[in-house]
């Protein structure tokens, strides 16, 4: 199945039409990230027939010219934020990669969806397009991943991700839960938590093929 064709209910519906609407007067207003073509960037690179893991955001980055329409993914022009940071220190310990490009599109291009669970956000505002309803969507989202695919990873990392683990029959799939890779948490249990390799044992259990982080 395509995107388009999972996505036609809800994108015919008043609540989208409305919210949509309400988006593009935002960006009108003020400055607002990512760059309006790539608010749906995390589906076009990641198809959904090809989706093995999904890992989730809370919204995307509020500062210039780093969202990208990837959860925790920066451009490269920009510092590494803390969370991509400890991201990459996990990756290291967990699988010996040491990884520098901020950028996560070969992972979206691998069937990571890096997905937020709220598209916008106003400069320098976080969290200020929650209220917009966007968890309408993904949510929806979410669901139609756990119902109509199988052995799919969910990688749900904090308190507010984990929140979305209703959404998600684990008699399906895989869900891995850690506390958040931000500083203020990471020591608590994100450091140790060996993500990557566990993504990709439970992909080779199941004869797929392994991320190439």
Request: glycine residues 4%.
């Amino acid at each position: 199945m395509t995107w388009k064709e999972i996505l036609a209910p809800i994108k015919e519906s008043d609540y989208f039409k409305n919210l949509w609407e309400t988006v593009k007067l935002e960006y009108k207003k003020s400055p607002c990230f990512p760059p309006p073509k790539q608010i749906f960037r995390a589906l076009e690179l990641t198809p959904f027939d090809e989706i093995k893991v999904v890992i989730l955001g809370q919204d995307p980055y509020h500062n210039d010219f780093q969202a990208n329409g990837l959860c925790f993914s920066v451009s490269e022009k920009v510092a590494t934020p803390p969370s991509l940071r400890n991201i990459f220190t996990e990756l290291e310990n967990d699988l010996g990669i040491k990884r520098t490009k901020k950028e996560l599109d070969d992972w979206a291009q691998q069937g990571v969806l890096l997905l937020n669970a709220t598209l916008t956000v106003r400069a320098h505002e976080a969290n200020s397009h929650q209220k917009l309803d966007w968890e309408k969507f993904t949510d929806f989202i979410i669901k139609e991943i756990s119902d109509k695919k199988e052995n799919v990873v969910f990688v749900l990392w904090g308190s507010f991700a984990q929140k979305k683990s209703v959404l998600i029959d684990e008699s399906k799939h895989l869900i891995l839960k850690s506390v958040h890779p931000s500083p203020l948490s990471s020591y608590r249990g994100f450091f140790g938590s060996a993500p990557f390799s566990k993504i990709n044992d439970y992909l080779k259990s199941k004869k797929k093929e392994i991320i190439h982080w």
